[in-house]
């Protein structure tokens, strides 16, 4: 092969490879104007790319947002579970100033006074050489009147009477928290009814 007929090869692929890259610049030219030209129209007004934009948008949107509540609904079970687990704790210690912090000043017991149940609450206290106690958090929800808490769940407890064999009792609990700085205060207690006597 002679020295022109190289030269005149080497010039023939250099001029195909700038019509392959000129024709593939093109070609993404003309993908990014199909993919502007819808938003454009979405925000200009107008034209069969705004409905769909607009879905997309809309899509993503709700997306976003219900993931946001769902991390929401997380932290909040969490800190009730957190609070649940302090509220047992310090009803098993027997220490009734403790156990009596974690209620609101108008609390109610099964409908009274949660003041007037502390002498009760002290009488058992004195009585149960030890105990275990557990409430497990079924459901939840902000009541839209009010803000406050109201939960529902199932207590178990285990306690030993000075004297006595171990007992065991369990049954359905619900209580209305307030909120107090990072954590909750009891306002309403209700229980299936328990009693040591």
Same mark, same amino acid.
């Given at each position: 092969m002679s020295i022109k007929s190289l030269n005149d090869f080497m *010039? !023939? =692929?250099?001029?195909e490879k700038i019509m392959? /890259?000129? +024709?593939?610049v093109l070609f993404v030219f003309l993908i990014l #104007?199909?993919?502007v030209r819808p938003? &454009?129209?979405s925000v200009l007004g107008g034209g069969s790319g705004d *409905?769909?934009? &607009? !879905? %997309?948008?809309t899509s993503s949107g709700e997306k976003l947002k219900e993931a946001k509540r769902n991390q929401e609904l997380l932290k909040q079970a969490s800190r009730l579970r957190s609070f649940l687990l302090l509220y047992c704790r310090a009803y098993e210690s027997k220490n009734l100033n403790k156990f009596s912090a974690f209620f609101a000043s108008d609390a109610t017991e099964n409908n009274k006074p949660f003041h007037e149940y502390l002498p009760r609450y002290r009488r058992n206290f004195q009585r149960i050489e030890s105990l275990t106690y557990r409430i497990v958090l079924d459901s939840y929800s902000l009541n839209p009147d009010t803000g406050n808490i109201e939960l529902k769940g199932k207590?178990? #407890? !285990?306690? =030993?009477l000075k004297g006595q064999a171990w007992k065991e009792n369990n049954g #359905? #609990?619900?209580?209305? %928290? +307030? *909120? /107090?700085?990072?954590s909750y205060l009891v306002k309403r207690l209700n229980y299936s009814f328990l009693? =040591?006597?």
């Amino acid at each position: 092969m002679s020295i022109k007929s190289l030269n005149d090869f080497m *010039k !023939k =692929l250099r001029h195909e490879k700038i019509m392959k /890259n000129t +024709i593939t610049v093109l070609f993404v030219f003309l993908i990014l #104007i199909g993919c502007v030209r819808p938003y &454009q129209e979405s925000v200009l007004g107008g034209g069969s790319g705004d *409905k769909t934009f &607009q !879905k %997309l948008e809309t899509s993503s949107g709700e997306k976003l947002k219900e993931a946001k509540r769902n991390q929401e609904l997380l932290k909040q079970a969490s800190r009730l579970r957190s609070f649940l687990l302090l509220y047992c704790r310090a009803y098993e210690s027997k220490n009734l100033n403790k156990f009596s912090a974690f209620f609101a000043s108008d609390a109610t017991e099964n409908n009274k006074p949660f003041h007037e149940y502390l002498p009760r609450y002290r009488r058992n206290f004195q009585r149960i050489e030890s105990l275990t106690y557990r409430i497990v958090l079924d459901s939840y929800s902000l009541n839209p009147d009010t803000g406050n808490i109201e939960l529902k769940g199932k207590y178990f #407890i !285990k306690y =030993l009477l000075k004297g006595q064999a171990w007992k065991e009792n369990n049954g #359905i #609990i619900s209580m209305e %928290l +307030i *909120k /107090n700085g990072d954590s909750y205060l009891v306002k309403r207690l209700n229980y299936s009814f328990l009693s =040591l006597e």
